[in-house]
């Protein structure tokens, strides 16, 4: 998957193999391993360096190495959650990734005919940005159509959704009053949606 960032953020460029690899000092075919993730043991210097020359930074996301159940509190605000949505929905808790290795999971997922939601359950909004790639991510691997986040209404989080600004409003074309509403309706919701209970 790196690799794969590294080829199309050189070819986005507009930039060779050849050209990358006299900026990196090293030959062609080790830059077309590199891209085709074909090298084991690639140091972090050696990484920041190739991403650097295509115009990227490397940043690093860790997984536990256990999933981690939903917590009290999530469970808690997902229950409020739930009971404010039609009865329809097929309701799966801790939906897994069907990734060999991928030991993330979506909060829940939501399904009727022709419509899958990932729904991510946020007790603490540390950095929404990050979180809300992280959650789009799920979305993508599970193939899911919707992506919901329901939000602890706290000042702390509300405060951090203001500050956020226009990418929440991008983000989430679907607030708390309408999202509800649709999901209520037990249809797809026709959007994503962000939620505050």
């Given amino acids: 998957m790196i690799g794969r960032e590294l080829r199309v953020a050189r070819i986005v460029a507009g930039q060779t193999q050849k050209q990358i690899a006299a900026a990196l000092r090293t030959s062609t075919s080790h830059v077309s391993r590199v891209e085709h993730g074909l090298i084991r043991g690639l140091t972090m210097a050696q990484l920041h360096r190739h991403a650097a020359v295509v115009g990227l930074k490397p940043y690093i996301n860790l997984y536990p190495l256990i999933a981690r159940p939903l917590d009290r509190a999530q469970l808690q605000l997902f229950e409020r959650f739930r009971a404010r949505i039609a009865g329809g929905w097929a309701v799966t808790l801790e939906a897994t990734m069907p990734i060999r290795g991928d030991l993330r999971a979506a909060d829940a997922v939501l399904a009727i005919p022709g ?83």
């Fill in 115 to 197: 419509c899958r939601c990932v729904v991510e359950i946020i007790t603490r909004l540390a950095d929404f940005q990050a979180q809300l790639r992280a959650a789009r991510r799920k979305v993508r691997d599970l193939g899911a159509d919707r992506l919901i986040l329901v939000v602890a209404a706290t000042p702390t989080n509300r405060r951090a959704i203001r500050d956020s600004g226009r990418a929440v409003d991008d983000a989430f074309p679907l607030r708390t009053k309408e999202g509800l509403r649709r999901l209520a309706a037990g249809g797809d919701p026709g959007g994503d949606a962000l939620i505050l209970l």
